[in-house]
């Protein structure tokens, strides 16, 4: 089993930046890669950017691209999402889950962070 934990959201005017964490624990070894997804109000929940948990294969959805940045600090088994250039449509809850070696499956999810955006 892989545990996930986000931190760091929270309310933020447009224009403005955010910082957030994903801590991964348990079997991480079964890891392929973590993705960040978000949950806009009445919305389906959409890709924002992903990496290869052995180094590499950075993606992110267009609308993000240039503002928003992914990392892992190999140290603390975190990945995080640098968000700068905040719009109110970034507004969501993100979520951060883990995709299995085993079958490509975003099999391990957090529990989410709010990302509110004010304009």
């Known amino acids: 089993q892989v545990q996930l934990e986000e931190s760091g959201g929270g309310l933020v005017q447009a224009g403005g930046s955010l910082r957030l964490s994903c801590a991964a624990s348990g079997r991480t070894f079964g890891i392929y890669s973590v993705g960040w997804f978000r949950q806009p109000p009445v919305k389906e929940r959409e890709f924002v950017a992903s990496l290869i948990w052995s180094g590499g294969g950075i993606r992110y959805r267009d609308s993000v691209k240039g503002r928003f940045t992914i990392s892992k600090d190999n140290a603390k088994n975190t990945v995080n999402l640098q968000m700068n250039s905040l719009k109110p449509e970034d507004t969501a809850v993100y979520y951060c889950?883990?995709?299995?070696?085993?079958?490509?499956?975003?099999?391990?999810w957090g529990q989410g962070t709010q990302v509110t955006v004010s304009s």
């Open positions: 889950a883990a995709q299995s070696v085993v079958d490509l499956a975003y099999e391990y």
